[in-house]
């Protein structure tokens, strides 16, 4: 393979209107050539490339895998409550039953206290209502199964 560059080359530069005001009596050439008279001839070649395969040798041994039998040992955990921890829990409480059209109220009402959790034997504070008889007997039949002893009213 040969690549042709042409032999001459010619390059003008022009700087004909240059002109400096002052004093100075200064000689710049106004026109500049450039010429290439001969370039040496370029060839490329190319050697054949060389490729040498060698057999690749790939020996496999069998993979032998000893597996032990996994033992998972066994864990024993228990949580028990030997009894219901007593105590007395006070939330509030707001509810509020309503009608309404389009978005707006027509009618509600509302329904506001306080609700009460109790594990322990009950007996009223001094600011509730006493239970009535028929109620102290359903709370003294009710309260730890199988105790003689019953809550005081």
Do not use: W
């Not at 009402?109 to 239970?131: D, H, M, R, S, V």
């Amino acid at each position: 393979m040969s690549v042709k560059i042409p032999s001459s080359l010619s390059i003008d530069i022009g700087l004909d209107d240059i002109d400096l005001d002052g004093d100075l009596d200064v000689k710049i050439p106004t026109a500049y050539a450039i010429s290439i008279a001969d370039l040496p001839q370029v060839d490329i070649k190319l050697r054949p490339l060389d490729i040498n395969l060698h057999p690749l040798d790939i020996n496999l041994r069998p993979l032998d895998i000893n597996l032990r039998p996994l033992e998972i040992k066994p864990i024993d955990v228990s949580l028990r409550l030997k009894e219901i921890p007593a105590i007395r829990a006070h939330f509030p409480l707001n509810y509020k039953l309503g009608f309404s059209l389009f978005g707006r109220e027509l009618a509600g009402i509302n329904l506001c206290g306080q609700g009460q959790f109790i594990t322990e034997p009950y007996q009223a504070y001094p600011c509730e209502p006493q239970p009535t008889p028929a109620r102290q007997a359903l709370i003294n039949a009710t309260t730890k199964p199988g105790s003689k002893k019953a809550a005081k009213p």
